[in-house]
């Protein structure tokens, strides 16, 4: 009797690019990030169509106990003094959590539970993150190249935007090179 082997899909650990599988590529463009910056007139400078990330997901069958296999990869860049960063997300499915892996550039990963209580981990290649249920997570681009993690999450998790909409509790700003977290409330 012969098994035969077949061959996955192949992530380069460099570049964070995929190769085989079927490759799911969506572009978040600035114009598409309304209410994320802080400063709005720097972000209405910045032309709508500039894409600020793409993330490349490989095709999973839906349903409990399926998982999703993603890779962001997001551009440096500033919106005024605020660093690019994705959107950010809480799952809908609250209980359900994610990790991370960083894998080119550096970073911040934020995240945010249900109290409002934030906390930053430093993203850089190698670097795993375990994202708990119940808590939101946000990337941010510290650097000056593009900075790509890979995420395995849950199919059935999916994402709410909605309850984020009035923006993270820590704002990540950079000024002659250094890097500032600053508590919202506190500007
Ligand atoms: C990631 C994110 C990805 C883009 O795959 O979806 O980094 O961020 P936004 O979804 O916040 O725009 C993930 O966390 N999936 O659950
Ligand atoms: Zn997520």
């Known amino acids: 009797m012969s098994t035969s082997i077949s061959m996955p899909p192949d992530v380069a650990f460099l570049t964070g690019q995929f190769s085989g599988g079927n490759v799911i590529k969506k572009v978040t463009r600035c114009g598409d990030l309304s209410g994320v910056f802080h400063d709005l007139t720097a972000w209405q400078a910045i032309p709508a169509d500039t894409p600020v990330y793409e993330v490349e997901m490989l095709d999973s069958p839906q349903g409990e106990g399926e998982l999703y296999v993603g890779m962001t990869h997001l551009h440096p860049g ?4 605020e660093f690019y960063m994705t959107r950010g997300h809480f799952h809908q499915r609250r209980e359900q959590g994610e990790v991370y892996f960083g894998i080119r550039g550096s970073g911040l990963l934020l995240l945010q539970n249900e109290q ?7 993203v850089s290649p190698g ?10 997570h946000r990337l ?5 190249e ?16 909605r309850s984020l909409a009035g923006g993270f509790a820590l704002r990540v700003t950079g000024h002659e090179g250094k890097i500032q977290a600053k508590d919202v409330q506190n500007g």
Not at 116 to 122: F, V
Not at 127 to 136: E, K, L, M, R, Y
Request: net charge negative; charged share 10%.
């Open 78 to 81: 500033l919106v005024g003094d």
């Open 116 to 122: 409002g209580e934030a906390r930053l981990e430093q």
């Open 127 to 136: 670097s795993v993150h375990i994202i708990p249920g119940n808590t939101a």
């Open 140 to 144: 941010i681009n510290t650097g000056t």
């Open 146 to 161: 593009i900075l790509s993690a890979l995420a395995v999450w849950p199919t059935v998790a999916g994402h709410d935007y």
